[in-house]
């Protein structure tokens, strides 16, 4: 009985290591990037969540967070010099606005 249990307990071991994954982080989460070019100043946002894990996880890897409007985003200007955080209710209202301006 003793081993059934033991053998158990380590195929529950190994299988958990076999599906632990890469712990997420700014950028392997490339998928919530959007790029925005604005009269070729290319600027990269984080949809980000506005707390203090997010924000040292940001600043961690990119240097300083800091968070942007849907419109500061639209502004024309220069190209940012690190990526910036735009929350998911800005990021839906720049996809309107993108939307807007497309038709």
Known sequence: MRIAICAAALVAL?????????PPNARSAAKDAVATETSGAPKTLYVCED???????????????????????????????A??????AEARKLKALRLSNTR
Do not use: Y
């Not at 190994?14 to 890469?22: R, S």
């Not at 940001?58 to 942007?68: C, D, I, L």
């Not at 990526?83 to 998911?88: A, H, V």
């Open 14 to 22: 190994g299988a958990g290591a076999a599906l632990a994954k890469e």
């Open 51 to 81: 707390n203090a894990l997010t924000r040292r996880g940001f600043a961690r890897e990119f240097g300083q967070v800091e968070f942007v409007t849907a419109k500061d985003a639209r502004a024309d200007g220069e190209a940012w010099s």
């Open 83 to 88: 990526p910036k955080c735009i929350t998911g």
